[in-house]
């Protein structure tokens, strides 16, 4: 009995010595300073954003050498990802367009008009102490003429160090050159 209690001692002490904390990492906008309030614009853009579902949860997802993964149970997410990753973008487009307003639904009045940004984040890959990329589509429908532009490209950012938070530092990176490149195609 007595060595049936202290094995159940031991036990629960050595479940307690593994128990990790979880830690939670946000995605920031690197041009997040540079948005100024805006009262008037001159289009709006609604902001579509779709993440694949092996990196759309709460957990990071690293990618392994061997081409599997390691879901991080204790480096988690703070909001879900795809959330996040809209929010960014549209920010650092906004940041970079002073004259356009970005969301997730139309907030225009009658009269502005309202195109529609779809982005198809078709991988993003995590590779610790390595590097971010991000390979995305995307389609913009311009409302005033019906234009639509599409393209495909991936975006790589180095991991400064091995560490969880150089790894959301890239994907901010990669989405900064995502938001140059749909700038680059917004109509004027």
Same mark, same amino acid.
């Given at each position: 009995?007595?060595?049936?209690?202290?094995?159940?001692?031991?036990?629960?002490?050595?479940?307690?010595?593994?128990?990790?904390?979880?830690?939670?990492?946000?995605?920031?906008?690197?041009?997040?300073?540079?948005?100024?309030?805006?009262?008037?614009?001159?289009? %709006?853009?609604? !902001?579509?954003?779709?993440?694949? =579902?092996?990196?759309?949860?709460?957990?990071?997802?690293?990618?392994? &050498? $061997? +081409?599997?993964?390691?879901?991080?149970?204790?480096?988690?997410?703070?909001?879900?990802?795809?959330?996040?990753?809209?929010?960014?973008?549209?920010?650092?487009?906004?940041?970079?367009?002073?004259?356009?307003?970005?969301?997730?639904?139309?907030?225009?009045?009658?009269?502005?008009?309202?195109?529609?940004?779809?982005?198809?984040?078709? %991988?993003?890959? !995590?590779?610790?102490?390595?590097? =971010?990329?991000?390979?995305?589509?995307?389609?913009?429908?311009?409302? &005033? $003429? +019906?234009?639509?532009?599409?393209?495909?490209?991936?975006?790589?950012?180095?991991?400064?160090?091995?560490?969880?938070?150089?790894?959301?530092?890239?994907?901010?990176?990669?989405?900064?050159?995502?938001?140059?490149?749909?700038?680059?195609?917004?109509?004027?």
């Amino acid at each position: 009995m007595k060595m049936t209690c202290l094995l159940g001692l031991l036990a629960l002490l050595s479940g307690c010595a593994l128990n990790r904390p979880d830690h939670f990492y946000v995605l920031d906008s690197a041009d997040r300073k540079a948005l100024e309030p805006r009262t008037a614009f001159a289009a %709006q853009f609604t !902001l579509h954003v779709t993440l694949p =579902v092996l990196v759309d949860r709460s957990e990071m997802v690293v990618m392994k &050498r $061997d +081409g599997g993964v390691h879901i991080l149970e204790h480096e988690r997410w703070a909001a879900p990802l795809s959330d996040q990753v809209t929010t960014v973008l549209g920010e650092d487009i906004e940041a970079r367009r002073e004259d356009v307003i970005l969301s997730t639904r139309r907030i225009a009045p009658p009269g502005v008009p309202n195109s529609t940004i779809t982005v198809d984040v078709v %991988q993003l890959y !995590l590779r610790q102490g390595s590097e =971010v990329s991000l390979e995305a589509r995307w389609r913009l429908e311009d409302e &005033r $003429d +019906g234009r639509i532009s599409q393209g495909r490209e991936t975006f790589t950012a180095p991991a400064t160090d091995a560490g969880f938070l150089s790894m959301t530092h890239s994907i901010n990176a990669c989405l900064n050159m995502l938001a140059d490149r749909l700038v680059a195609v917004l109509p004027r």
